[in-house]
């Protein structure tokens, strides 16, 4: 009798195992029929995805033809600067980035400086000068510094330094020096900084470039450059000189940095781009007849 049950007991348990095989067989073919739909899914939806950032799915697919910005110029409240002159904005795209341009300032010292604007350097700084020569910001001008950095300071309508347009760009091309501290000395023979014949922007503060800049007279280093260089005179650095060379007196705010004798920009223009390789910005001057 005990063998009769023992018999059932076996056959039912074989029963039972069986059983539970096929469900664990079935459950893992389900697992990975879901495994597998899941995998699909997601591919499908990665590459709609990608198809569609690429714009496969636009209903009216057309290639993206706008250039990137090359200039941005930020706004200045000319209500909280009186100084501030408003003459529009220059454009922020399709502006040259390769070559020079020549500027020409004609003032009451003697025969017209040029100069060579870096546009590879300087695409921006050359762009704001072009424009506002456009708009004869800079006609009938005073230089009204003469720094003691060794630099003619011009560009400002109102003489006081505070001057410009209503819109500021950052800097470009800053010179680099070989020491990593700002109070370090200069480190015998190594160039200067800003060589004689060096045309720079100067802001206040720094990096908030507007329409002032420099024609240095003569060589200057420091280890802690703030005057993005943009170009370099061509013609006319004898004129800069004699004008360096004039007497100062009291700009009204009890620095002696104002020429003796009124230094006018008559005119100054910019002309078209000439492409090719540009010099160097912080380069030596390029002689010429009027040269000194």
């Known amino acids: 009798m005990a063998s009769s049950r023992d018999r059932q007991r076996k056959l039912a348990r074989a029963k039972l195992d069986r059983q539970m095989a096929r469900r664990a ?21 990665v590459v709609a995805g990608s198809a569609w950032a690429l714009g496969a799915f636009d209903s009216d697919p ?10 941005i110029w930020t706004p200045q409240d000319a209500t909280a600067n009186t100084n501030l002159k408003d003459v529009g904005t220059p454009a922020t795209k399709d502006l040259p980035t390769d070559g020079t341009r020549t500027m020409t300032v004609t ?4 025969a017209p400086i040029t100069a060579e604007l870096n546009l590879t350097n300087s695409p921006c700084a050359a ?9 004869s910001f800079y006609d ?16 400002d309508p109102s003489g006081t330094g505070l001057g410009g347009p209503t819109y500021s760009f950052y800097d470009e091309e800053l010179p680099t020096v070989p020491s990593a501290s700002p109070s370090a000395s200069p480190a015998p023979g190594q160039p200067p900084t800003y060589p004689k014949g060096t045309v720079a922007m100067i802001s206040n503060p720094p990096g908030s470039n507007g329409s002032q800049f420099l024609l240095f007279f003569k060589d200057f280093t420091t280890t802690d450059p703030k005057f993005p260089v943009i170009g370099r005179v061509t013609g006319g650095l004898d004129v800069v000189e004699k004008i360096g060379a004039l007497p100062t007196v009291d700009n009204g705010t009890g620095a002696k940095v104002k020429p003796s004798t009124d230094v006018t920009i008559q005119s100054l223009t ?19 007849p009027s040269a000194g």
């Open 270 to 288: 910019v002309g078209e781009p000439v492409t090719g390789a540009a010099p160097s910005a912080t380069g030596a001057p390029v002689s010429s």
């Open 62 to 71: 057309k290639q993206n033809t706008d250039a990137a910005e090359t200039c």
């Open 140 to 155: 009938n001008t005073t230089c009204h510094e003469i720094t003691a950095d060794g630099a003619l300071r011009c560009g």
């Open 127 to 135: 762009a704001s000068i072009a424009h506002l020569a456009s708009r």
């Open 107 to 110: 003032t009451n010292q003697g």
């Open 25 to 45: 067989a079935n459950l893992r073919r389900r697992r990975q029929i879901q495994a597998g739909v899941g995998a699909a899914l997601i591919l499908v939806l």
